[in-house]
């Protein structure tokens, strides 16, 4: 194929989910408790206000969750969704110990605070640590890793939402490349010149093999039934596929006689093999274009395909051209078409390469299995 529908626009790239806290909202809530607490102990300090045995619990209560909680807010939650995959259930240890950590240098800090502002009597600073730090490692943990776990599969849940959403536009994108396909071939089925010579020669045929010229127009019609009909699902079987290119062969003889030369190596073992469609017959159809019309000696056409070691489908065209590179090839051209389906439908596992065979050229399409 040489015309196609406008090419599509490249594909955006994939957004990233949102962390479970941004960095913004990260550092708001530090700074708003850091200066919160440094007014609470300037206030203390000062001797301004007393406070009662509540307002002491409240106190220590503010205190233990400023050294305790934000800290674990940011450091538990990075790690969570950084690691999670890496390390599997592995990942629940490690927010234990981080917990354990966190809690245990915050517990040192805040009883440190509540004894300079006099919450904590002096001389009873080790004794109120025995006492808090037990308790503050089992709070921590128990709410920790609670919030951690949360967050973390919120984290998921979006960046699976995401990667969805993402396939489901390559996967629109790849039906959309597919129908270009479709209407480029019925393009060039429709062309006018192709259509003045193949009738032209179906009506030279009509009189001295009105059989050939029959059948002639029933592949022609089978060309156009498939080009409209081509399998939803972006594939169909190398043997539908190698009907349509034999199908285009026999008609294009028609016009270049013996100038078009062919011959199909394929064994009946690949004949069920999955291909996109029109995929080899826009390969055939670029070597009847370029290279066969191109030479009045004609060329020769070879057609072969075999599984490698790996099980790789490789299916090789060879004709008498003198080459092309690819990165000549323009998005809208049918090869160029045929390049963005293969990547949309396998990624790097499906290739297009032109390579030189001895005085061919060699177009080799690579599928997996």
Not at 15 to 20: E, I, T, V
Not at 78 to 83: A, F, G, K
Not at 304 to 317: G, M, N, P, W
């Amino acid at each position: 194929m040489t015309e196609s529908a406008t090419p599509l626009p490249a594909l955006p790239a994939q957004a990233s989910p949102k962390r479970a806290l941004g960095p913004f909202a990260v550092r708001a809530a530090w700074i708003v408790a850091t200066v919160t607490l440094i007014i609470f102990l300037i206030f203390l300090s000062t001797g301004h206000a007393r406070l009662s045995q509540s307002g002491a619990q409240l106190a220590m209560v503010f205190v233990y969750s400023s050294f305790i909680a934000l800290p674990s807010i940011v450091i538990l939650t990075r790690v969570s969704i950084r690691y999670t995959d890496k390390l599997g259930r592995l990942i629940v240890l490690v927010q234990a110990a981080l917990m354990v950590c966190i809690a245990s240098a915050g517990t040192f800090a805040a009883d440190l605070v509540l004894q300079l502002i006099g919450i904590v009597p002096p001389g009873h600073y080790w004794l109120e640590l025995r006492t808090s730090l037990p308790f503050s490692i089992v709070i921590s943990l128990m709410f920790g890793l609670s919030i951690s776990t949360f967050e973390t599969l919120r984290y998921k849940y979006q960046a699976a939402t995401i990667e969805l959403r993402t396939r489901q536009v390559e996967q629109e994108r790849a039906y959309k490349l597919l129908a270009e396909a479709r209407l480029s071939s019925l393009e060039s089925r429709i062309h006018p010149h192709f259509l003045f010579n193949t009738l032209n020669s179906i009506a030279a045929l009509i009189p001295s093999d009105p059989v050939r010229a029959e059948d002639t127009v029933g592949k022609l019609a089978s060309l156009l039934r498939f080009s409209l009909n081509a399998n939803q699902s972006g594939l169909v079987s190398l043997g539908q596929e190698l009907k349509i290119v034999r199908d285009y062969l026999e008609i294009e003889k028609t016009r270049f006689g013996p100038r078009l030369r062919y011959e199909i190596e394929i064994p009946d073992s690949l004949a069920d093999a999955k291909v996109p469609p029109l995929a080899l017959q826009s390969i055939v159809e670029n070597s009847v274009k370029h290279v066969v019309s191109q030479r009045a000696q004609g060329a020769e056409i070879s057609i072969s395909a075999r599984r490698d070691q790996s099980q790789t489908l490789i299916i090789e065209v060879l004709d008498d051209g003198p080459g092309f590179s690819l990165d000549a090839i323009a998005p809208e051209h049918g090869l160029g078409n045929l390049i963005a389906r293969l990547e949309l439908l396998y990624g790097p596992a499906g290739r297009l390469e032109v390579a030189r065979k001895g005085e061919k050229t060699a177009v080799r399409l690579s599928l997996p299995a």
